[in-house]
């Protein structure tokens, strides 16, 4: 009886959320369209507000941090996603590291690909250091070779700045027989479990295209050399997303406006959480995936 009150509370709690994240995004949307000078009041106006919480939330943060048990507390509440997703808002909490050398490694992974390479995660060795690998032609062309390394090891301070040894291996005895293959940075584990799902021809550039794969429906979308795979479900009330608009490596659902970055999933409009994302191998022109959680 309890526990399904429990349950019952959370849903609601959730739906709550769900509402309010909906209405955030409405208002904001409204917001773009003020003219100018309204706009920048409202943008002032919220700028001042999130400041006034910031401030508030990090004297909490800073008195619960000083007392031992406090301090283990705040560790377990940060667990709750509302309550993680605000205070990374306020840049009061961080991702795990590996979630954040992986979205820097994403970040640099067009720009490589314009140059016919990649870089791989090889290990993430908490706490400050981790192990890449630069794959295709980044090995092969000195001249771009240290721009392209400057690129990446920027990314990852950017977002990583605890990172005190970024370790470039060398290249992959298995990147012979790896041909024009394109690794997803995504992949957790380059090389196994992928399964393969369609030519490449078959995903038109800047297109959704939904797919089935062990029960699970997929959304797909080929940008350039990149293919991104998602849940076709919204976060949202799970719905489909088939049909979303994409600008900007940004989609947006068509239902109630719940946006999702394309190259991580990660929800505009709960931070803190994440559409789940699958790695993507391309190999001889066909596309496979590896289901993530
Ligand atoms: S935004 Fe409501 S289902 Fe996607």
Same mark, same amino acid.
Request: charged residues 25%; aromatic residues 2%.
């Given at each position: 009886? &309890?526990?399904?009150?429990? @349950? ?25 369209? /003020?003219?100018?000078? *309204?706009?920048?009041? !409202?943008?002032?106006? *919220? ?31 940060? @667990?709750?996603?509302?309550? !993680? ?17 992986? &979205? ?9 690909? *314009? ?9 993430? /060795? ?6 890449? #690998?630069?794959?295709?032609?980044? @090995?092969?062309?000195? =001249? ?12 990852? #301070?950017? *977002? ?10 060398? +290249? ?9 293959? +394109?690794?997803?940075? !995504? ?31 997929? %959304? ?20 489909? %997303? ?15 406006? !719940? @946006? ?7 929800? %505009? ?23 993530? =959680?």
């Amino acid at each position: 009886m &309890a526990v399904s009150a429990t @349950r019952e509370a959370m849903a609601d709690a959730g739906e709550q959320l769900a509402v309010l994240a909906g209405r955030v995004s409405e208002l904001q949307a409204a917001a773009a369209q /003020l003219p100018g000078e *309204q706009r920048a009041l !409202f943008e002032q106006l *919220q700028h001042a507000i999130e400041q006034l919480h910031r401030e508030a939330l990090l004297r909490l943060v800073r008195g619960l941090r000083e007392e031992a048990a406090a301090a283990a507390r705040l560790r377990e509440v940060v @667990r709750d996603p509302l309550v !993680f997703g605000v205070l990374r808002l306020h840049g009061l909490v961080r991702d795990p590291l590996e979630q954040r050398v992986r &979205a820097a490694l994403a970040s640099v992974q067009p720009m490589l690909a *314009q140059h016919g390479g990649g870089v791989e995660l090889v290990a993430v /060795l908490p706490p400050d250091a981790v192990e890449i #690998r630069l794959i295709g032609a980044c @090995r092969s062309c000195p =001249a771009s070779m240290q721009t392209l390394r400057h690129g990446v090891e920027a990314a990852l #301070r950017e *977002q990583a700045p605890e990172l005190m040894r970024i370790v470039e291996l060398g +290249a992959d005895p298995a990147a012979a027989d790896r041909g024009a293959q +394109a690794v997803s940075p !995504f992949s957790p584990a380059p090389g196994g479990g992928f399964v393969d799902l369609c030519a490449l021809e078959e995903l038109p550039a800047d297109t959704l295209v939904g797919h089935r794969l062990g029960g699970r429906e997929l %959304l797909l979308y080929r940008r350039g050399d990149l293919v991104h795979c998602m849940d076709n479900r919204c976060l949202h009330l799970g719905l489909p %997303l088939s049909g979303a608009a994409v600008e900007d490596g940004v989609l947006t659902c068509r239902h109630h406006g !719940f @946006r999702y970055r394309l190259d991580n999933g990660d929800c %505009l409009d709960l931070p803190g959480v994440r559409l789940p994302h699958h790695a993507v191998r391309l190999r001889a022109g066909r596309v496979a995936v590896k289901l993530g =959680a």
